[in-house]
């Protein structure tokens, strides 16, 4: 029998970095959920799927919920590089043997920043991965409303010649609308990737 994540999130806590009265608040998705996208409380493929004809096929652990943001607030937009070790044995578990290309940031905002936060999970982890997407600056996602992003233009591009392994999984850190997994699935498969799946902690 293949565990679910949640059997893999249960079964790994005393894993964690965090303490387990943080790592709780963290709520992780159970079924009934988007068989193609993971969205909660949907049976079967739900409605922007239908409409959108997505077939890549995603995965996600946990609920994007208040502990979530704050989280993140303080990880991406307050600079705290120490939680980046936050999900660790999580990751190790669920991208273990997989060939992962990160979701990279814009040179601006790395500059900003000091860190991409998404290879930041992934180096904490000990997960090697494929560095070969690049991003032009398109301004703060978080910003945006969905409709903003789901008309965006997309902003990845390639870095690397490298030959692509048949089977990749492009990993985030987030999932809003999936315009910026699916922009870049598009460039990574032209570059010859053919079985395609997308990743993120957070939906």
Known sequence: MVPTF???FFSRRSHQ???NSCFATFEVIAEPYCQTCYKPDITGSCLDCQNQAH???HRAIFHYNEAAKTFFQRYKFQGDFRLRGAFDQVLRDALKHAHIIPIPISD????IRG???V?????SAELTYLDV???????????KTRQERLSSNNPFYLTSALKLPDKVIIFDDIYTTGTTLQHAREVIEKAGATRISTFSLFR
């Open 6 to 8: 949640s059997d893999i």
């Open 115 to 117: 860190f991409n936060q």
């Open 108 to 111: 601006k905002r790395l500059n």
């Open 119 to 123: 290879t930041g999970f992934l180096t």
């Open 17 to 19: 970095k965090l303490c």
């Open 55 to 57: 077939t890549t096929l």
């Open 133 to 143: 997407l690049g991003k032009q600056e398109t301004g703060h996602q978080s910003h």
